[in-house]
């Protein structure tokens, strides 16, 4: 299933950031991780509550679609890290400092006690700014209470970041199709 992926080698940005650009056949890998809306159990924020931000987390919470699609891809990232780590980052790890400074892209509370949750990046403007929506197709501004609707996101799986010895992957939304909880949303 990511036979075509392939991560670059490690850059370092000007402000320090260290990524690996992930590409798929040469491509962007875009994605539609779900046919099924699914929730939004918060509004999209930052962890400082910067309300001038235009980079926000945004979290998803996974169906079973999206489980098995991004546990598989956290298999495949471990094994691919672990294989190419000498290339990509300049060193040889062990499967252990794979295993432990690997984030996985879905988060499980410890105790089971909610539902799995995708992190993702949402770019209110500029460069990879997310579009919206309606279940119809039509092009919709963003919500304002994140409670009252369910959404299909087109996801871009950009990069693998790494600092020190963890690393894990950006996620960024790029089309969100949204609709009220009570309502199905079916892609049209």
């Known amino acids: 299933m990511f036979s075509a992926f392939s991560l670059a080698e490690q850059v370092t940005s000007a402000r320090g ?21 699914v929730l939004v159990p918060f509004a999209p924020s930052t962890f400082d509550k910067d309300e001038s931000a235009t980079r926000l987390t945004l979290e998803l919470r996974c169906n079973k679609m999206m489980l098995c699609y991004f546990d598989a891809f956290d298999d495949w990232a471990r094994e691919y890290i672990l294989d190419n780590s000498l290339r990509m ?8 400092q794979v295993n432990d400074g690997y984030h996985p892209t879905v ?7 909610y539902e ?3 992190r993702t990046k949402l770019n209110t403007s500029g460069r990879g700014e997310v579009s919206y929506w309606t279940p119809e197709g039509q092009r919709r501004e963003a919500p304002t209470d994140w ?7 087109q996801l871009e799986i950009t990069n693998l ?18 609709c009220r909880r009570t309502t199905l949303c079916r892609p049209p």
């Open 17 to 37: 950031a260290k990524t690996c650009q992930l590409t798929k056949a040469g491509k962007k890998v875009q994605l539609q991780p779900t046919s099924e809306a």
């Open 89 to 96: 980052f300049r060193k040889q790890l062990t499967p252990e």
């Open 107 to 113: 988060k499980r509370n410890p105790t089971g006690a």
């Open 116 to 118: 799995p949750l995708l």
């Open 147 to 153: 409670r009252r609707v369910s959404v299909i996101p």
């Open 161 to 178: 970041w790494s600092m020190s010895r963890e690393m894990g992957w950006v996620l960024s939304p790029i089309h969100i199709r949204r």
